[in-house]
């Protein structure tokens, strides 16, 4: 199942800088796009979320951006922080059901 | 905040066993799911239940594996025959309403290990 893809598998970043993290989906059904992050031994923990009415969103440090036509979002975190560093997981939902990227592992460096 | 919970947060069974894993979602929550994830690997979808019956599976939920909602609290996920491969983290996660953009939460997982 590869509708939700997330081709960076790690990024590193230096605190105070943007840390951009990308994803890519294929099924134009999806119409809600979230981001979760991970820290180990935890599940995951919702993000941020923007509907496919939309093309940003923005929560404090992070940032959603939605491109519908190169079916691709991305998450921007400005300015880092090493706290941030866990993995971060896309995800589309069409309705009732969600979809996962493999995710990326961000290291913010102090 | 409310949460899901599950338990237990780790789970040793020998190869052949069944195993129940237990998670309690957030009590006004009506659509339930069942994740996991092998070490190293992504999220994946197993399962999603609504209304007391499955309402979506992918091909890794086979007959080995059951959902049940036994009573107003508890939602659990039965691998009848456990496989050396079965041995992952087991997420489960709610969301209030079915068909509205809503985030799902999260349980903290159950760590299953098949010997």
């Known amino acids: 199942d590869q509708q939700v893809k997330q081709n960076s598998p790690s990024l590193s970043v230096q605190e105070g800088r943007i840390s951009i993290l990308n994803c890519d989906y294929t099924?134009?059904?999806?119409?809600?796009f979230l981001w979760y992050k991970k820290y180990p031994a935890e599940g995951p923990t919702f993000l941020i979320s923007i509907s496919s009415i939309k093309d940003k969103n923005e929560d404090g440090r992070f940032t959603v951006f939605l491109n519908k036509s190169a079916k691709h979002l991305s998450l921007h975190i400005v300015p880092s922080q090493p706290g941030d560093s866990a993995v971060y997981f896309c995800?589309?939902?069409?309705?009732?059901?969600?979809?996962f990227g493999a995710g990326t592992r961000l290291t913010v460096k102090p | 905040e409310p949460e899901v919970t599950q338990t237990p947060s780790h789970q040793v069974t020998q190869m052949g066993q069944e195993v129940i894993l237990r998670c309690v979602p957030i009590s006004n929550h009506l659509y339930f799911y069942w994740y996991r994830q092998i070490l190293g690997q992504k999220v994946e979808f197993l399962v999603s239940f609504y209304n007391n019956e499955i309402s979506e599976k992918s091909e890794i939920f086979d007959d080995q594996f059951s959902v049940e909602r036994p009573d107003g609290s508890n939602f659990t996920l039965k691998i009848r025959s456990t496989k050396l491969e079965d041995s992952a983290m087991y997420f489960c996660?709610?969301?209030?309403?079915?068909?509205?953009?809503?985030?799902?939460?999260f349980g903290d997982g159950t760590r299953l290990s098949i010997l």
């Open positions: 099924n134009s059904m999806f119409d809600y």
């Open positions: 996660a709610s969301k209030g309403q079915v068909m509205t953009n809503q985030p799902q939460h």
């Open positions: 995800a589309a939902s069409a309705g009732r059901d969600m979809r």
